[in-house]
């Protein structure tokens, strides 16, 4: 690196660098600038949020991660709830049943979840640096310098002790670390178009799949509308020109009209790949969102994992880096995390490849698995837990509580707040029967609740909703050594 500008980061002994804005790194920077931790965040693109991203959907998990953040209720006034899905053209998915506080899917684009974890993230002070790119990076014991590119061309290095690489599918971080990304293209030549219509469709999010041809159409909110279409008859190179007339025909193949589409204000083609890294950290490494796993539209799971990623490993890392926890907690972050990326690949490619379902055997499977899902409720509850998020828990240490990994709903404390409410500050949540006055230093990092019911049980919320520690029947010195093992 000689010849390079060395450009201070604050402190490297406590520093994290971010690479990547979006929705993935702007939560994990927001988090850890909230608690305290010098943030560089990288980005190589120029100070400006595109309104050209594909994903379109909250899920509940991800919504009850943003009201932990105070965003929630601000997107729910932008976006447009919907609480029935159909799927496969004859089931009805109704997530008016889900047990969440968000009991719907939110229409949104993915700019406005943006918007808004920028400005979160701006006010808890993270630094920006646009238009610059990571060129490399080497670790050793104390922590890693990182290689980049600026405005201008400018050559120089940073110094911090992690780097999260949440820079896509593409990962530079990822490629710098060695990670292969194995997996595969399930469906070339998807079309993309944000149009005009001149009709409006009868329904929020209008999709369908019709012998060889697929087509999805969500609103922007601005009078636009984003159609996505595939016909499996015309498979091409993603370089191959697009015009409006092809968007036009696969919408009419799949969907019996095309809505009078017009004004395109972009147009793209591209594939979707089912891909996983094998591992989400190496050494003060690690990968988060896109980075780390890839997987097809459907569901419009892809920005909601990616954002439970980054609230997973945010608090973990302030943690380490305070002082509070062993840096053993980092491991964690691989083992609850990989398997819900690899779960999520699982579902997303099974309705597609059921969706597009054409031979004999594979039309009686989906046959089957709709009738399932439309009768048997225990089978529905778990389909909408993976497809919403609240379905996933975490492994326990052997002999644990039978709730510790366990995500905890919103419910009402005894002082009339909420949980999430309380979790606000990335905070644990004590919750007991009885009132428990903490005699540690943990005021910043914990706050005291009671249960508003007659439940029993002593719990301890993680600051990303999950259980860490519970127990039926506990005194002070057993929930202060909870306390003392968990919260430092």
Known sequence: MNGTNIIRTGNPDRTVIVVGSGPTGLLLAGDLAAAGVPVTLLEKRPRKISNLSRAFVLHARALEQLDARALADELETVGQPLDRLRLFGRLTVDLTTLPSRFNHLLVLPQYEVEKALLRRATEAGVDFRHETEMTGLAQDAAGVTVEVRGPGGVAGSLRAAYVVGADGMRSAVRDAV???????????????????????????????????????????????????????????????????????????????????????????????????????????????????????????????????????????????????????????????????????????????????????????????????????????????????????????????????????????????????????????????????????????????????????????????????WAADAADAKEIGGALAEHVG
Do not use: C
């Open 178 to 468: 060695g990670l292969p990304f194995p997996g595969h293209s399930v469906i070339r030549s998807v079309v993309l178009a944000d149009v005009l219509l001149d009709e409006k469709p009868e329904t929020l999010l209008t999709v369908a799949t019709v012998g060889d041809a697929f087509a999805f159409i969500a609103p922007f909110g601005d009078g636009y509308y984003r159609v996505i279409g595939w016909n499996r008859a015309h498979d091409v190179a993603d370089d191959e020109p697009l015009d409006l007339d092809e968007v036009r025909e696969i919408t009419r193949l799949a969907l019996g009209r095309d809505f009078g589409m017009r004004d395109a204000r972009w147009m793209s083609r591209f594939h979707s790949d089912e891909r996983q890294a094998p591992a989400y950290r190496v050494g003060r490494v690690f990968l988060a969102g896109d980075a780390a796993h890839v997987h097809t539209p459907a569901g419009g799971q892809g920005m909601n994992t990616g954002l439970q990623d980054a609230a997973n490993l945010g608090w973990k890392l302030a943690a380490v880096i305070d002082g509070h926890a062993a840096p053993g907690l980092l491991d964690t972050y691989q083992t609850e995390r990989h398997p819900v990326g690899r779960s999520v690949l699982r579902s997303s490619g099974g309705i597609v490849r059921l969706a597009m379902a054409k031979r004999p055997w594979t039309l009686a499977l989906r046959a089957v698995l709709t009738t399932v899902l439309d009768h048997v409720a225990p089978a529905r509850r778990k389909a909408l837990g993976q497809l919403t998020g609240i379905g996933y828990s975490y492994p326990a240490p052997r002999g644990a509580h039978r709730l510790v990994g366990t995500r905890v709903p919103d419910v009402t404390l005894a002082d009339g707040g909420r949980l999430y409410e309380a979790l606000r500050g990335g905070r644990f949540v004590l919750i007991t029967p009885e009132p428990y006055e903490d005699q540690g230093t943990r005021k910043d990092r914990l706050a005291v609740e009671r249960w508003a019911s007659d439940r029993r049980t002593a719990l301890l919320v993680r600051p990303d909703g999950y259980v860490a």
